[in-house]
């Protein structure tokens, strides 16, 4: 059988370059621009991705000494620390130097905390008809539907996020120290690491675990925990409504569609409003009986909104500038 070849060290340049992006990526300013930057240069080569992980190891080790007096690694910690230490000796780093440089990163990325009366503040918008993924300097994923903004603001305690308005997919980065929390306007949705869904609508916040379990927290009342598989709906001065998800249904978004069972028609336009430059109102009242069954394919929401209004035999007409559903 033929032996495995070790895999190389990497080189003392891109060990530097790995912390130097390492303190870049702690730190509070570190924009959208900085972390697509990192991404490619992350993924520059094998080499670049084992430097990269080689100081985060070491950033993890020297972050927990500065929270606790008396450490206590475990055997597969030491060996871990051993082999770095190692492997960087052997071509001339200092393991104490890279750990020194890292912690000096630290003080400034706290320095720069402390010395900001707030956190700063990032707004990551997507446009009508887009959706975008962004990449958190935590490592956290958000994948924004059409229409939506979310705000984003970190601090060294707590990592804050508003849902303005629309639609998103919270995948989170776990860190204990550090909870992660999305207000939506009408609750708190609190998480360590895991992965949910928003759908802020006008009237009620729909949430969704797909992973893990989540706190929702609403007017100071008593939180309640809710967990992977259901859904949990936020209405106006009351409880939230625990449910099984119907993730079919409700992340079908992520694949540029749309699933209504049973829904009343006002409903579904009000969803396929958000994919329209040119929104359309339902005024005529003996149209609110309709219900939809269905999937529609909001790629094209144009043509989506022509194929709802030709199976129900819906057309529409313009009303003093504004675009009205009415009967053929």
């Known amino acids: 059988m033929e032996q495995q070849k070790p895999t190389a060290s990497p080189s003392d340049q891109l060990l530097l370059e790995a912390t130097e ?9 570190c924009s959208a621009t900085d972390q697509r930057a990192f991404l490619n240069w992350v993924n520059t080569s094998d080499e670049h991705r084992q430097a990269y992980q080689e100081v985060k190891e070491v950033w993890e080790f020297t972050s927990a000494l500065e929270h606790v007096d008396g450490i206590e690694l475990d055997e597969p910690q ?8 190692s492997a960087w000796s052997s071509h001339g780093l200092s393991f104490a130097g890279i750990a020194a440089s890292l912690l000096l990163a630290t003080c400034i990325v706290l320095f720069h905390f402390t010395a900001s009366e707030q956190p700063a503040k990032q707004s990551y918008i997507s446009a009508v008809g887009q959706i975008e993924e962004v990449l958190l300097a935590d490592g956290s994923r958000l994948t924004l539907s059409t229409n939506t903004r979310v705000d984003v603001s970190y601090s060294d305690s707590k990592r804050e996020l508003s849902l303005v308005k629309g639609e998103a997919y919270f995948d989170v980065a776990k860190d204990k120290q550090r909870p992660f929390v999305v207000n939506t306007g009408n609750g708190e949705v609190r998480a360590v690491g895991t992965a949910f869904n928003i759908n802020r609508e006008l009237s009620r916040t729909v949430v969704t675990i797909t992973e893990g379990i989540v706190a ?3 007017n100071g009342m008593q939180a309640v925990e809710v967990e992977a598989d259901y859904s949990a709906v936020i ?3 009351q ?3 625990v449910r099984l998800a119907d993730e079919e249904r409700e992340l079908a978004w992520m694949q540029q569609q749309l699933v209504y069972r049973d829904t ?11 994919y329209l430059h040119q929104p359309v109102k339902l005024e005529d009242s003996s149209l609110a009986g309709i219900r939809v069954n269905g999937t529609l394919d909001v790629s094209d929401p144009q043509q989506a909104l022509e194929v709802l209004l030709d199976s129900y035999e819906l057309t529409t007409l313009y009303n003093g500038g504004t675009r009205v559903v009415a009967k053929l």
């Open 21 to 29: 992006w390492m303190a870049k990526l702690e730190a509070s300013d």
């Open 78 to 85: 030491i060996d871990r620390l051993d082999k770095r230490k």
């Open 216 to 218: 929702i927290e609403k």
């Open 235 to 237: 209405g106006r001065g």
């Open 239 to 241: 409880l939230p409504l």
């Open 264 to 274: 009343p028609l006002r409903e579904v336009l009000n969803g396929l409003n958000r």
